[in-house]
């Protein structure tokens, strides 16, 4: 599967999130950093999903860049 995440900077370091995972999170002091401790969460989030017994949501999230002239 393929999840969308969300990557913003804080003021020390980076935190990421995935939209269609709610409650998974990951922070980190680089952007690879955050990249990988989300991969990390989101197969913990997961694994945690399979052992109690609910349903894997698919992602369906989309992710797009809109550029706005100045």
């Known amino acids: 599967?393929?999840?969308a995440i969300v990557v913003?900077?804080?003021a020390n370091n980076y935190s990421a999130y995935v939209p269609d995972l709610p409650g998974c999170i990951?922070?980190?002091e680089t952007i690879e950093e955050t990249e990988?401790?989300?991969r990390e969460a989101i197969?913990?989030?997961l694994e945690g999903m399979v052992e109690d017994g609910l349903p894997i949501?698919?992602?369906s999230s989309i992710?797009?860049?809109i550029?706005?002239?100045a």
């Open 8 to 10: 913003e900077r804080a």
């Open 57 to 59: 949501p698919q992602p």
């Open 36 to 38: 990988r401790e989300i």
């Open 1 to 3: 599967m393929r999840y």
């Open 67 to 69: 550029e706005i002239a």
């Open 43 to 45: 197969a913990f989030h």
């Open 63 to 65: 992710v797009q860049y």
């Open 26 to 28: 990951a922070t980190g």
